[in-house]
């Protein structure tokens, strides 16, 4: 396949099966993406996110930028060498992370400059730098710098954003210069549904190796984007990549790939994994409960993982209780090995012809409730 090349194998309605090729290798899709924003999926090193399954680490323009820089970075060979993983990576443009994180100082049609959360210094991020960090660092797949208009936003609000958004996807697709990366744009539109399909209009009439739908998860009610997605996924370019950024939990992943979905990212499984609340076939298990204190019992009896092999509910909540970092690590390798099985699942059951049946199971199995 050549580089850039989205190869679909199966579909089931909407669902796809598809592979991505890159610089670091295919990508089988549906993917879940493991969030590594500081250079690191916390918790865990290379090789243990390769035995989980994997494919792609995400990396974050905002903070590699503010430390420990991209000139840095790339003085010490990229990202893939800094970090020791060598397969994709995908980087966010900042965008959304400045606005989340940064004490704002002020948005132009220019960029955004920002104060560090880390020291106040003052910094300016625009598409053209967004580019040239994102290039930098050696990415495989580069995000667009885009506006992620916070929830709620008035009609005006969504117009003004989403017309910015199409400016600067353009000023990124003229900047970004480095023949192994992959540009995605970056569909905005608040959550109204004719705003999205004007913004999907707008940045999918840029001839892109992949798109995504951001804007969502930005504290929205989840019901919203559940409704949303049956009417936009499916209208993006049926033969290109369609990512949807920092979704979601293992129910939100199965919706949006029944709406059409590829590509997914989350902080979920390894920010709640440190929180002491597993994800299993059956349901959430939060391990600090009483009754697990003398449970001999695997986390989740039909997994194979490290943890699961190895320890007991009883141990991993003794871990959780002493703040120990081994803890940390053990639900974290169960929380991604989980989410990664829920996906090859996934592939599988849409090569298949199984979705609808897989689908189903899923649905039920994850909204079991702990008794
Ligand atoms: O429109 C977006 N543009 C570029 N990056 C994003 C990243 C995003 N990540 C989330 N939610 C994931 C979470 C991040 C922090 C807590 S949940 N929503 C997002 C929206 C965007
Ligand atoms: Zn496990």
């Not at 924003?37 to 323009?61: I, R, S």
């Not at 949303?228 to 950024?245: C, D, E, F, I, Q």
Request: hydrophobic share 40%.
């Amino acid at each position: 396949m050549a580089l850039g090349e989205f190869k679909v194998h199966a579909t089931a309605g909407n669902a796809r099966r598809a592979t991505l090729m890159t610089a670091h290798g295919p990508v089988q899709t549906p993917v879940f993406m493991a969030v590594g924003t500081k250079a690191t999926v916390k918790a865990m090193t290379p090789e243990e996110l390769k035995e989980c399954g994997t494919q792609v680490v995400l990396g974050n323009t905002y903070h590699l930028h503010l430390r420990p820089g991209e000139k840095t970075i790339a003085k010490m060979g990229g990202l893939h060498k800094f970090m020791n993983w060598d397969g994709p990576i995908l980087t966010d443009s900042g965008g959304f992370q400045v606005f989340s994180l940064s004490q704002l100082r002020n948005m132009s049609e220019e960029g955004v400059e920002f104060r560090s959360h880390l020291d106040g210094a003052k910094h300016f991020i625009s598409p053209e730098k967004s580019m040239e960090i994102q290039m930098d660092l050696g990415s495989d797949i580069i995000m667009a710098f885009d506006e992620c208009l916070q929830y709620p936003a008035t009609d005006d609000q969504i117009e003004k954003s989403m017309a910015l958004t199409y400016r600067w996807l353009l000023r990124s697709r003229d900047a970004m210069t480095r023949k192994e990366s992959l540009l995605f744009g970056i569909v905005q539109g608040g959550l109204s549904l004719n705003h999205r399909l004007k913004s999907m209009e707008q940045i999918c009439s840029v001839d892109l190796p992949g798109y995504a739908l951001g804007g969502f998860s930005v504290g929205e009610p989840i019901h919203l984007m559940h409704e949303l997605l049956p009417h936009v996924a499916p209208k993006m370019p049926a033969n290109k990549p369609r990512y949807l950024m920092g979704v979601g939990t293992p129910t939100d992943l199965i919706i949006a790939i029944d709406s059409g979905i590829d590509m997914f990212d989350c902080v979920m499984p390894t920010r709640v994994a440190r929180n002491g609340t597993i994800y299993t076939w059956n349901g959430k298990v939060s391990i600090k409960r009483a009754e697990y204190k003398e449970d001999p019992s695997a986390l989740d009896p039909e997994c194979d993982c490290y943890t699961c092999r190895n320890y007991s509910k009883a141990y991993l909540r003794h871990l959780f209780l002493s703040g120990e970092i081994l803890g940390s690590r053990l639900n974290t390798i169960h929380n991604i090995h989980f989410y990664m099985k829920v996906m090859e699942k996934a592939r599988a059951a849409i090569a298949e012809g199984r979705w609808e049946e897989y689908k189903n199971f899923c649905l039920a199995r994850f909204a079991k409730k702990e008794k």
